[in-house]
């Protein structure tokens, strides 16, 4: 939806298809359908299809290719844009901090340089706050104020419903139980102060651990969205594997 929101807004149709298409599939939690599953997928003549989502490089602080150098990342997203567009771009999207594709932080300086090149190009500033938003990294309520942004759309998964119309829909199928607990929980965090209380307690207990324990490679995130990396180098930060899955197996106990 935000995407045909995102094309009708800017005007942008070059290379827009509606539906089930492959930018619906190649906006997911982690990494799109062509990296994930190594399919090349191709458009008329052998060329890309029309409806495109653009990666740029990864923020990971053991695997980056920039390291924490924001305005290196933000210089390639104009490089994308500029080399590997038409310049026509509908909109950018964007999590404050990647959730499930392993907790990782934007590098500093990022995402209001992008901001910024984005507008300049007339697309839209799209904060995907799913995972981010709701008080969840401590110092703000939405995990892109870290940043000194405004984006144009915010993502706030089925609960945006109840902002525009009556109507209501969940993953629970209009459970009345599960909305009255939502708007408790919202009422606890408000009255209890939890987001001042999320801070930095738990991760500079983790860090401790870090500096213990050479199986942890890193510890990133910020309030209650955090991270920890385990490897079987500190070098070479080579992952974990087996590791990894044995915690894994111990916390299901």
């Known amino acids: 939806m935000l995407l045909g929101m995102a094309h009708k807004y800017t005007s942008k149709e070059d290379r827009r298809w509606s539906g089930v298409s492959e930018a619906n599939i190649n906006c997911p939690y982690k990494e799109s359908l062509v990296v994930g599953l190594r399919i090349m997928w191709v458009g008329g003549a052998g060329a890309q299809p029309r409806d495109t989502v653009q990666e740029w490089s990864s923020h990971a602080v053991t695997h980056g290719v920039f390291?924490?150098?924001?305005?290196?990342?933000?210089r390639?997203?104009?490089?994308?844009?500029?080399?590997?567009?038409?310049?026509?771009i509908a909109g950018f999207i964007s999590e404050a901090i990647q959730g499930v594709g392993g907790i990782i932080e934007l590098a500093p300086g990022y995402l209001p340089a992008v901001y910024s090149t984005i507008k300049k190009a007339g697309g839209l500033c799209i904060a995907d706050e799913v995972q981010a938003?709701?008080?969840?990294?401590?110092?703000h309520f939405w995990g892109f104020e870290?940043?000194?942004?405004?984006?144009?759309?915010?993502?706030?998964?089925?609960?945006?419903v109840v902002l525009t119309c009556r109507n209501y829909f969940n993953t629970f199928g209009g459970n009345p139980v599960c909305t009255a607990l939502g708007l408790a929980v919202l009422k606890v965090i408000e009255k209890e102060k939890l987001q001042e209380n999320a801070l930095t307690y738990l991760k500079e207990r983790l860090t401790a651990l870090k500096d213990k324990y050479?199986?942890?490679g890193d510890v990133r995130g910020r309030g209650l969205m955090l991270g920890v990396e385990f490897v079987t180098d500190q070098k070479l930060k080579t992952p974990a594997k087996l590791e990894t899955l044995h915690i894994m197996d111990q916390m299901k106990g």
């Open 146 to 160: 870290n940043y000194g942004v405004v984006p144009d759309i915010v993502i706030m998964a089925k609960i945006v």
């Open 133 to 139: 938003g709701f008080a969840r990294t401590g110092s």
């Open 67 to 74: 390291g924490s150098d924001g305005e290196k990342y933000a």
């Open 214 to 216: 050479d199986l942890i």
């Open 76 to 88: 390639d997203v104009q490089d994308i844009i500029q080399f590997g567009t038409s310049g026509n």
